[in-house]
C-alpha cells in the first residue's frame, strides 16, 4: 500500500512555479526543486511524475492564472481599459514584485526553443490563447474583425517585449510610457477618447 502524500501539492506546485519562473527550466535542478517544495524524491515523483511534467504543470497553472488577470479585468472595465490594466499591472499591482521575473511563457519560448521544441510549442500555444483573449477584447471594443486581429498581435509584440524588458530591470517609466502610448494610439485608431 503506497503511503499518503504528506505535503500540500497546491503549496509546492507555487513554490514550483516561482523557482522555474526564476530560473528557468534547465536551471532549476532536482535538487533545487527538492529544497524549495521541502519533499523527497520520491514525494516529487508520486506527486508530480518528473521534473518535466512538474514544469508542464507549472507551466498551465501560469497560463491560466495569466488569463484569469485579462478576464477578471474584463468584467470590471471597458474592454481597452481592462487590456490596458493587463500590461501596466505586473508593473504597477499586487505582482510588481514578480515583475522582474518576466512572463513564464516568454521565457520558456525563449529558453527551450531548439532545446525541447515541444517545451516551447507548449508555451508558444498559451501566448497563442493570451492573444485570442487580446482579440477577443478588441472586438468587444468595437474592432473590425482583421484589424481586431492585426491589433491583437501587435498587443503580443507589445507583451512579449515588456516581459523581456521585466528582466533588464527597468524603471517603471519606461515601461509605462510606451505602454500608454500603445494606448492612446488604439484609442485614436478606435475613435474613443484618450486618458
Known amino acids: 500500500m503506497a503511503r ?8 509546492a506546485l507555487d ?21 524549495a517544495l521541502g519533499i523527497s524524491r520520491s514525494s516529487l515523483y508520486a506527486a508530480f511524475g518528473d521534473k518535466r511534467a512538474l514544469f508542464l504543470e507549472c507551466l498551465d497553472l501560469f497560463a491560466q492564472r495569466t488569463q484569469h488577470v485579462l478576464l477578471k479585468a474584463g468584467q470590471e472595465m471597458p ?11 505586473h508593473l504597477t499591482g499586487p505582482a510588481r514584485g514578480k515583475a522582474s521575473l518576466g512572463c513564464l511563457l516568454v521565457s520558456t519560448v525563449l529558453e527551450m526553443a531548439g532545446v525541447d521544441d515541444a517545451l516551447a510549442d507548449r508555451a ?3 501566448l497563442a490563447d493570451v492573444q485570442d483573449l487580446f482579440e477577443q477584447f478588441l472586438l468587444r471594443a ?4 482583421h484589424q481586431a486581429a492585426e491589433l491583437a498581435g501587435m498587443l503580443m509584440l507589445l507583451n512579449e517585449g515588456v516581459r523581456v524588458a521585466s528582466r533588464r530591470r ?4 519606461e515601461q509605462l510610457g510606451p505602454i500608454a502610448t500603445t494606448f492612446r494610439l ?10
Open 170 to 173: 527597468l524603471v517603471n517609466d
Open 124 to 126: 508558444s500555444r498559451h
Open 4 to 11: 499518503p502524500i504528506e505535503f500540500n501539492r497546491d503549496k
Open 186 to 195: 488604439l484609442r485614436h485608431e478606435l475613435g474613443q477618447p484618450t486618458q
Open 15 to 35: 513554490r514550483a512555479l516561482l523557482l522555474f519562473w526564476a530560473k528557468g527550466y534547465q536551471a532549476t535542478s532536482l535538487q533545487d526543486l527538492l529544497s
Open 79 to 89: 474592454a481597452l481599459d481592462a487590456l490596458q490594466f493587463f500590461f501596466e499591472r
Open 142 to 145: 468595437g474592432c473590425r474583425p
